[in-house]
Nanobody
Framework: QVQLVESGGGLVQPGGSLRLSCAAS????????MDWFRQAPGKQRELVAI???????NYARSVKGRFTISRDNAKNTVYLQMNSLKPEDTAVYYC?????????WGKGTLVTVSS
């Protein structure tokens, strides 16, 4: 059974930092591209960051220079380091694993950036 479990969300002040983790099981993790999405209240879900199975990364324009996605294949875990957080970063953050045939989602972790 495939399972993606996000953790690390919470309440942080503007300018602060958080590191999100997503632990995967039930897949051959090293062969999957891993993504972070987020959905703010009243907003569409948006893609935040991508890291491919080969380690290439891409970011949404809104987070470039502030967020860093990384993966540790030995731990079956993908991370999202979030620095210089802004109130508009407030959202539920979701982990996504995908290959050419399937997509899997975690249940999300809430990040609240408040002043």
């Amino acid at each position: 059974q495939v399972q993606l479990v996000e953790s690390g969300g919470g309440l942080v002040q503007p300018g602060g930092s958080l590191r999100l983790s997503c632990a995967a099981s039930g897949i051959i993790f090293s062969t999957y591209n891993m993504d972070w999405f987020r959905q703010a209240p009243g907003k569409q879900r948006e893609l935040v960051a991508i890291i491919t199975s080969g380690g290439s990364t891409n970011y949404a324009r809104s987070v470039k220079g502030r967020f860093t996605i990384s993966r540790d294949n030995a731990k079956n875990t993908v991370y999202l380091q979030m620095n210089s957080l802004k109130p508009e970063d407030t959202a539920v953050y979701y982990c996504n694993a995908n290959d050419r045939t399937t997509h899997y989602w975690g249940k999300g972790t809430l990040v609240t950036v408040s002043s």
